[in-house]
């Protein structure tokens, strides 16, 4: 399978722990985002890389939440002191920059759910 | 005020009927529009882009509206593996003029379609 992969796909944690996500984007891919997706609402951007470089954050993304992608290829998303307003489906997507390309199609892995308990 | 409203529905329709779905976004200056298809539990998945011309793919029609800033999807003769939610979707690029694809998703309006 050459899609975006996650992993895990779910993650239980108590209050107060910290979770990490990873995310393989379609290789060829430069440009990786995260987004963040709680029940009856659409995804929420969290934060985006082209490369290794982490080029926009979201306000969503308080400082307990840390993102890498430090090789240009995959990315880890880490939570700390994770509360239960966090639970939520954490999705990854990649996209291929071609130009100046509003209509870019990005594609999406099937997310980490994450219930913190 | 949402950046990208959509009625949330749910849509409940026989199969063979036509459906639309309309979507409004509050940013002039957004640059590329998309609906996505999400079955449920799952990933969201590109089903078309929208053109300003508007656009056709078999059953699936989207027009775009840039002077009143409203988007739609047209789904004629509805089978039932339509049955999802569809999340209308707006790119505003970058301010600095870079392009890259942070989408702005609504909230999505979910369709049932039954035999």
């Known amino acids: 399978d050459t899609g975006v992969s996650q992993n895990p796909r779910h993650k239980i944690t108590k209050r107060g722990q910290n979770v990490t996500f990873r995310c393989d984007p379609i290789?060829?891919?430069?440009?990786l985002y995260w987004y963040r997706q709680t029940l009856g609402q659409g995804p929420e951007f969290l934060t985006y890389?082209?490369?290794?470089?982490?080029?926009?954050k979201s306000r969503l993304l308080s400082d307990r939440f840390s993102a890498e992608r430090p090789k240009g290829s995959f990315s880890t998303l880490e939570i700390q002191r994770t509360e239960q307003g966090d639970s939520a489906m954490y999705l990854c997507a990649s996209s291929s920059s071609v130009g100046i390309n509003y209509q870019e199609t990005q594609y999406f892995g099937p997310g980490t759910r994450l219930l913190v308990l | 005020r949402k950046e990208v409203e959509q009625d949330p529905g749910p849509f409940n329709v026989p199969e063979g009927a036509t459906v639309a779905f309309n979507c409004t976004y509050s940013?002039?200056?957004?640059?590329?529009f998309f609906w996505y298809r999400q079955d449920c539990r799952k990933e969201p998945k590109l089903l078309m882009s929208v053109y300003s011309s508007g656009n056709e793919d078999g059953r699936f029609t989207a027009q775009l509206n840039r002077a009143s800033q409203y988007i739609s999807l047209l789904i004629r003769d509805s089978k039932l593996s339509d049955s999802a939610t569809y999340l209308c979707?707006?790119?505003?690029?970058?301010?600095?003029?870079?392009?890259?694809?942070?989408?702005?998703f609504g909230q999505g309006t979910i369709l049932t379609v039954h035999p």
């Open positions: 290789s060829e891919h430069n440009r």
């Open positions: 940013n002039s200056a957004s640059q590329s």
């Open positions: 979707v707006v790119n505003r690029g970058n301010a600095g003029g870079t392009s890259y694809g942070k989408l702005t």
């Open positions: 890389f082209q490369n290794e470089a982490q080029l926009e």
